[in-house]
């Protein structure tokens, strides 16, 4: 049984797409998952699935949108590709809870970087399928511009890095 993290997009943020984690820990061992996690409240599950990436998540985004009325959208990643996204953050020097590091369904696109706008010193690195954000005054009054953003979704790298340890715990036991 491999372990997945799942990173769902736009629960909880802003009053959109309530979802409590108990309701998502129980959908998803409704759905046969198992050793189900959550961690916050911002749509982070760790579970045990027997299937591979893609039909795992297109059973979770069904039963989401099934819960939901529409799925908010669902990345997968392994505990390998989160503990390579915390390691390979191309701003060591930034505050882990002001560099964002965005998950994307599929690498971005090569033109992703044409239409940035950092009127906030942000900085902005992309490697394959995630996007990292330092956001030197924080993320709340940004106005930085990256349409490549949308199709993910993002956490701090505190987060990330918790994710990669409780993936770490789970594939332990």
Known sequence: M????????????????????ADLKA????????DVSTYIQSGNVLFRAGEDETT????????LAEKMGKSPG?????????????????FPHAKPNYLLVTFLPDAAPKDALDKLVAPGGEEVHIAGREIYVHYPDGSGRSK?????????????LNTVRKLAEMARELEEN
């Open 2 to 21: 491999t372990v997945f993290v799942a990173l769902l997009r736009a629960v909880n943020v802003g009053g959109t797409g309530t979802l409590s984690m």
């Open 27 to 34: 959908l998803c061992e409704g759905i046969g998952f198992t």
């Open 144 to 156: 930085l511009k990256l349409p490549a953003l949308k199709a993910g979704t993002s956490r701090n």
């Open 74 to 90: 669902v990345i997968l990643r392994s505990r390998e590709a989160l503990e390579r996204a915390a390691e390979s953050s191309p």
């Open 56 to 63: 795992v998540r297109t059973r979770l985004e069904q039963a």
